[in-house]
């Protein structure tokens, strides 16, 4: 470990030089000279965190080793998980880091398994932290993560399922959203008898293909494709779209507009098919002239709603 003296701003401004260049043999002579890497503060960034910027390994190593402040290990370990590099967190957890040195949650937002299993096996007891608790298991459902979540183990007599659910229909992935089913998620949890889930489903579909759209005006099938794997599996298990008020009619209304007329058909199939609409709200969403032209080459559909 080097000297805890903290460095001029001169001197300061030149290891990070060095640092930001790369400059492997220069820094370990300057630390086997004795002197500090102890950067003024002013100057608002350590050399460790810089060479995690540059990622070079060997720099980072070098650094690690001879630095004697918590804070900078964790504040680069923080940056490593937030680059979703596990090479690099490990390394700093074998020079001394601290695992329970970053908050849990940034961990789980790196959407990483290995990074998340790397400190889940020694940070598991927080999940029963309350103020850990509800975010842990909505970032393991928004983001897919499968296989955390049921290391999570979400108990239905003390965990919101349903919000789990909520959480796992933007952009969904029909395995979380199955699992939290299974399980005994409510699908049905709105006062109105509807379903939240799949509300954010019908919400998010507005997002999917925009890429596409920039080029050929409306999304696919295929574009909307895992939302529409969700509303079916949500619809199977009993969902019903009891629309909040008029804005969420016509926030679907739109997103139907915006696609190819059998995106249109397919979810209404869908949600003919499982009962998972009022005729009211049905009737409602067709109600519009412009989506009625819009699907008006499947006449089958409009003769027999």
């Not at 008898?193 to 925009?210: K, N, P, V, W």
């Not at 295929?222 to 629309?243: C, F, K, N, Y």
Request: with cysteine; charged share 25%; net charge neutral.
């Amino acid at each position: 470990m080097t000297a805890n003296r903290t460095l001029s701003i001169e001197e300061g401004k030149e290891l990070l030089r060095l640092c930001r260049l790369g400059k492997l043999y220069e820094v370990e002579a300057w630390i086997s000279t004795g002197k500090s890497t102890q950067v003024p503060k002013v100057l608002k960034k350590a050399p460790l965190r810089t060479a995690i910027d540059i990622g070079f390994h060997s720099l980072v190593q070098l650094l690690a080793v001879h630095e004697n402040n918590p804070a900078v290990l964790n504040d680069a370990l923080g940056l490593a998980v937030e680059l979703r590099s596990v090479e690099l967190a490990q390394l700093l957890l074998n020079n001394g880091a601290e695992i329970r040195g970053i908050p849990l949650i940034s961990v789980l937002r790196s959407w990483d398994p290995v990074m998340i299993q790397l400190f889940l096996d020694v940070r598991l007891d927080e999940v029963d932290d309350p103020e850990c608790q509800v975010t842990a298991f909505q970032e393991a459902a928004s983001g897919h993560q499968l296989q955390i979540l049921k290391r999570l183990k979400p108990d239905p007599e003390r965990d919101d399922l349903a919000d789990l659910l909520f959480y796992a229909c933007a952009f969904p992935k029909t395995d979380v959203i199955q699992y939290l089913l299974e399980i005994g998620a409510k699908v049905n949890d709105k006062e109105n008898g509807g379903s939240s889930a799949l509300d954010q489903c019908l919400g998010f579909m507005h997002l999917d293909g925009a890429n596409r759209r920039v080029v050929t005006g409306k999304r696919s099938t295929w574009d909307v494709r895992r939302t529409m794997e969700a509303i079916s599996t949500l619809t199977q298990h009993g969902a019903v779209w009891h629309p909040d008020d008029m804005n969420s009619v016509n926030w679907v209304r739109k997103t139907l507009l915006e696609s190819e007329p059998e995106v249109a058909i397919k979810l209404l199939k869908v949600l003919r098919s499982n009962n998972a609409c009022p005729k009211d709200t049905l009737k409602e969403l067709l109600s519009s002239p412009r989506l009625r032209e819009h699907i008006a080459p499947q006449k089958w559909w409009l003769t027999s709603s």
